[in-house]
């Protein structure tokens, strides 16, 4: 039988009115900056100067903008700042996920002293401020010969951080130590346990760190202007800002459509691997 449908009071009848309404509203929050930025770049300069931010282009089709970003006179390398943001996210999510799935075997399966006071001084790390800490951060990168380079943004990425450990660790208490424990019966050392068992078990852990620490580093703009400043080493967000600075007197309509082609990855990624984030966090959150 079917379940009879309870009538729509008007206490609820208003509490659903208000959740499409937030709902409506934080929409368009988030989209209409992007809304801007989309209908600036296909604005001429000077209709970019004349109209409203909000006002739709005279002509959808006009890709100026994006020629003067992809093949620019100005010396705009976003190819070069393309290819070093991607050897930069692939060298740091590599060695991210190798160190972070490590320490987060050895605090999940190994009962030690000392395991809560790893565990603290990561969170405590979170609580210090970044400001703080340039100029050690300087000197030592100077002193390992990597500074103003993107090798050092390499090696800031590359440190596992406490929501990555946390990640792992979650997942990691979910695999069966029995699955250890018959691989120590047949021989094999810790190493093997961890490289050919938990390793692949740790999947959809690994996609939840790699999809959420890429959009970071992606995005990051601080450490690239502190410690990869060089021109030839610049990241995408490092060449959008210097790019908005060149062409802030010439012509706004091209600084949106180069902010348009760094957007663009990072929106195709999330649509394509949006399934993943959300099983990735919601099945973290419900192991152990």
């Not at 006002?55 to 970003?69: C, H, I, K, R, S």
């Not at 600084?255 to 760094?262: C, Q, R």
Request: glycine share 6%; hydrophobic share 55%; proline share 5%.
């Amino acid at each position: 039988m079917a379940r009879r449908r309870r009538p729509l009071t008007p206490a609820k009848l208003a509490v659903r009115i208000f959740q499409y309404a937030t709902l409506v509203v934080a929409s368009f929050l988030v989209l209409a900056p992007l809304y801007s930025v989309l209908v600036g770049s296909l604005k001429t300069p000077l209709e970019y100067i004349n109209s409203s931010k909000m006002t739709p282009p005279g002509n959808w089709l006009n890709f100026d903008n994006y020629a003067a970003v992809l093949f620019p006179n100005t010396g705009l390398p976003i190819g070069n700042a393309f290819l070093n943001s991607g050897i930069v996210i692939v060298c740091s999510i590599v060695l991210l996920v190798i160190f972070g799935a490590m320490l987060s075997f050895v605090l999940a399966r190994f009962k030690f002293w000392g395991r809560g006071l790893i565990l603290g001084t990561y969170a405590a790390l979170v609580a210090v401020p970044a400001i703080l800490t340039p100029i050690s951060t300087f000197q030592v990168l100077n002193f390992l010969g990597l500074a103003n380079s993107r090798w050092a943004l390499v090696v800031l990425y590359s440190g596992a951080d406490i929501v990555s450990i946390l990640i792992f660790i979650q997942f990691m208490r979910g695999i069966s130590t029995e699955v250890d424990d018959s691989a120590r019966i047949e021989g094999a050392n810790y190493f093997q346990i961890f490289g050919r068992l938990i390793l692949p078990m740790l999947a959809p852990a690994i996609a939840t760190v790699v999809i959420l620490r890429t959009v970071g580093i992606y995005n990051d703009f601080v450490l690239p202007f502190l410690y990869a400043s060089r021109p030839e080493e610049n990241t995408v967000s490092m060449m959008l800002f210097n790019f908005a600075g060149i062409q802030s007197t010439v012509s706004q309509a091209v600084v949106m459509a180069a902010v348009v082609l760094v957007i663009l990855p990072t929106l195709i990624g999330f649509f394509i691997l949006q399934k993943y984030i959300y099983a990735g966090i919601t099945n973290g959150s419900v192991k152990g």
